[in-house]
């Protein structure tokens, strides 16, 4: 059994212990906030004796804990996951983990260091309908390009348009669109097709200095990726891969529940392809599982995997990143 601690009590947080809960691997052991009436709220949703705690120290040192889910603001996801590890505890930190590669480099030697796992939890990866697809993916020279998208209207945008500064939305706590809704994408892309050789990104600014709306462009030898991302406005654009036979179009790139694959000679087949009501279910599994079984062959090269891949995945948001001109304060420590 996985004794969770969670850090961070908004919507995400209750949805990833929900999951967790439901795979009947966890037990949710304790509760930081600043506020301890926010800590006891959370808490009281949910059975067992949970500790809740308002210093961070006091939450670490937490002697049944053993694994802390990180779903604050993005710029605290470095510091609070050091000091966890060092505590002795697992980490599954909130997409995107870390603001930089000198961030997640550390964080990756440091656990290694401490015998303790690190997760980024990037759930579209984890889905059984994101392998299906990539079972029936023709190899790379049968490949012609693709085209994701993902545009959802941000709320917190009105607050900006008010002259307000958001979390979401600050350079200062590592917001954005491409941090928020084009990381999926982009581990889409590479969880995919593996690590392209060019990345380039039209991100256009809004008032707090990062980035709102953009289009990625990820080069491979023979075809490219073009990502269309956004928080400041709706997309219902549906997600396509080019073959050069046909089109595969999926509803998204993650939480998929439809794929039909239209090949020119053949007609149109159907691929049997489901989501979660929880899409949170699966990754939680696949974290319980390496926690608990750590030697596992199997665990033990779908955690190099996991680790090479968020490696990569966040070394292409920062060029991005760069390439944008956008810059967080996390950048200067």
Not at 207 to 220: H, N, Q
Not at 264 to 292: C, H, W, Y
Request: proline share 4%.
């Amino acid at each position: 059994m996985v004794h969770l601690g969670i850090v961070g009590t908004n919507w995400i947080t209750h949805q990833f212990v929900q999951a967790a809960l439901e795979t009947g691997r966890y037990t949710l052991s304790a509760v930081y906030s600043r506020k301890v009436e926010t800590a006891q709220e959370f808490a009281r949703q949910y059975e067992g004796d949970i500790v809740c705690e308002t210093e961070l120290d006091a939450f670490f040192a937490t002697p049944v804990l053993d694994t802390v889910y990180i779903a604050s603001p993005n710029s605290l996801h470095f510091s609070q996951a050091k000091a966890a590890i060092l505590a002795g505890k697992h980490v599954i930190v909130e997409k995107p983990a870390f603001s930089n590669p000198t961030e997640m480099a550390e964080i990756i030697d440091l656990a290694k260091q401490q015998q303790v796992f690190f997760f980024e939890a990037a759930r579209n990866i984890h889905e059984k309908s994101f392998q299906t697809i990539a079972n029936v993916l023709p190899t790379p020279e049968h490949i012609i390009g693709a085209n994701f998208t993902y545009m959802k209207y941000s709320s917190r945008y009105d607050q900006v348009l008010a002259g307000e500064e958001p979390n979401i939305f600050s350079p200062r706590f590592s917001g954005g669109s491409l941090s928020d809704l084009g990381v999926y994408a982009v581990y889409a892309a590479l969880g995919w097709f593996g690590k392209p050789t060019e990345v380039h990104h039209f991100a256009r600014k809004i008032a707090t200095g990062v980035d709102g709306i953009g289009t990625v462009i990820l080069r491979y030898a023979t075809f490219d990726v073009t990502i269309q991302h956004g928080k400041i406005g709706n997309s219902d654009l549906p997600s396509e891969l080019y073959f050069d036979n046909g089109t595969l179009a999926l509803n998204g790139i993650n939480a998929i529940e439809t794929a039909e694959l239209h090949d020119r000679q053949n007609g149109t087949t159907t691929i049997e392809v489901s989501a979660k009501a929880n899409p949170m279910i699966e990754e939680a599994l696949d974290f319980a599982e390496v926690i608990e079984q750590p030697t596992e062959p199997a665990n033990v090269a779908r955690y190099e995997a996991w680790i090479d891949l968020a490696r990569d995945v966040n070394n292409v948001l920062y060029e991005l990143r760069k390439q944008a001109d956008i810059k967080f304060d996390a950048d200067k420590e």
